[in-house]
Nanobody
Framework: QVQLVESGGGLVQPGGSLRLSCVVS????????MRWYRQAPGKERELVAA????????NYADSVKGRFTISRDNAKNTMYLQMNSLKPEDTAVYCC?????????WGQGTQVTVSS
């Protein structure tokens, strides 16, 4: 069955770094564009970063530009989000999403907490 499993979240101090992973199975990863979303308590879900199916194009929310990097390895069915210079306002549950013209899938999410 379809699975998207995020990992790599945790507690980090401001200014620190984390790398999130999203490992997928049950569908042809290389034919799906991918996105990272996040949702903080009491706030709406926010699109953080997006990458095309080939990895040739990426986009970022203004709030994370220059600090986060999205990437993917189609041979490993895995997408990544490298997060540097983390701020307390980056605290949220981060979820990955796969989508194409037919539909999409969601992961369960991983908690990222930035606090001293």
């Amino acid at each position: 069955q379809v699975q998207l499993v995020e990992s790599g979240g945790g507690l980090v101090q401001p200014g620190g770094s984390l790398r999130l992973s999203c490992v997928v199975s049950g569908f042809t990863f290389s034919t799906y564009a991918m996105r990272w979303y996040r949702q903080a308590p009491g706030k709406e879900r926010e699109l953080v970063a997006a990458i095309t199916s080939t990895g040739g194009s990426t986009n970022y929310a203004d709030s994370v530009k220059g600090r986060f990097t999205i990437s993917r390895d189609n041979a490993k069915n895995t997408m990544y989000l490298q997060m540097n210079s983390l701020k307390p306002e980056d605290t949220a549950v981060y979820c990955c999403r796969a989508f194409n013209t037919v539909g999409g899938y969601w992961g369960q999410g991983t908690q990222v907490t930035v606090s001293s």
